[in-house]
C-alpha cells in the first residue's frame, strides 16, 4: 500500500509537465501500458502478496488505474485543443501583408495595334474574314490580275510549298475568298501574318503582319476610299493628320494609289522621319480593278469597289517609335514589357 502510494504521488508530479502529445504517449506507455506500464507491473506482483492483503491492493490498483486513466483522458483533452488553436494560429493569413505580385503577361505590342486597326475598320462597317496562311497560286496572284511574269511570283520573293500552294505573300487574297463566298454588297477586312523571301534587317522580315480590306457595291467612288482611310486612320494616329493619294500601280486595283498620311512627328514641318517631306507612306490602295470582278464572277460594269492593303509592322513601328522590325519578333521581354 505504500508503494502505491508513492506511485500515486509520483504520476501527480509528472502529469503536470507534460505539454504535448508526444510527451503524453510516453507518460501513457509508461504507466498504464498492459505490457510494461508501472500499474501492470503492481499487478503482477499481487500474487506474491499475502491472501489477506490482495483484495484491498487490487482494489487500490484498480482506482488508481480508472483514476490515472481519466487524467490521462482529460490532458489530452486539453492538450489536442491547444494544438489545434496552435495549429490554426500558425497557417491564419494575415491580410494585412503585402501581396506577391503576380507575374501576368499581357498582348504583344503588335497584336495590340492589329485589335485596334480591326476595331478602327469595324466600326465603320467592315466585316473580319479569315484567310489561310496557305494559298493557292490563284487566290493569290491569278485571280488578283498579277501577271504570270510579275516579280512578286518569283521564287526568290515567294515560299512555295509545291504543287499549287505557296505561304500567302499579301492578305489581299481576301477579295477571292470573300466575293465568293458572299453576296455584294460588302464590306470586307483580313489580317494575318504573311511571308516572303526577305533577310531580315531592321525593315525587312520574313514574315510579317498586314490588313487588307476592300468594299464592294453600287457607284463606289474614290472619295469613298479616300474617307474610310481618313476616318481609320486618323482614329489610329490622331484626329488631326492629313492622308493623300499618290498615283501608282497595283496589278489588282485601277486607278491605284499609294496613301501617305502627314507626318506625325514633325506634323509635315519636315524631320529625319518623313525624310523632309511632311509626309509617310503608310498603305497601298485602288479601286478594284475589273479582271478581279471576272475572276468571281462578279459583272464588273454592275459592280466597284475599292480595296487597300497596309502593313501592320509599319503602323506599330510608326506609332510606338521603334527603330528596327526585328524587335517585333525577338521575344525580348525588356523590349515587349514596355507596351
Ligand atoms: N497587296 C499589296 C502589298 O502587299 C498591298 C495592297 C496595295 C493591297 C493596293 C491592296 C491594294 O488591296 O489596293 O504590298
Redo the contacts with the bound molecule.
Sequence with gaps: MQDLEYLEKQFAEEWPQVGDSGALQSLKDRWLSRERGLLSLEMKKLGQLDKEARPAVGSRLNQLKLQFTERLEALQQSIREKEERQRQLRETVDIHLPGKPALCGHVHPLLQVKDEIESAFMRLGFTLFDTPEIETDFRNFEGLNIPRDHPSRDSQDTFFLGGDHLLR????GV?IHAMRQMQPPMRVIATGK?YRRDNPDATHSPVFY?C???AVGKNITLGDLKGTLEAALRELFSPDIQVRLRPSY?P??EP?AEVDISCIFCSGAGCRICKDSGWIEI????M?HPRVFEHVGYDPLEWTG??????IDRIAILKYGIDDIRLLYENDMRFLSQF
Design positions: 505573300t499579301h492578305c489581299t477579295q504573311v498586314q487588307d480590306g476592300f497595283f489588282f486595283v491605284g498603305l497601298g490602295a485602288g478594284i475599292y480595296a487597300w492593303g497596309m502593313g
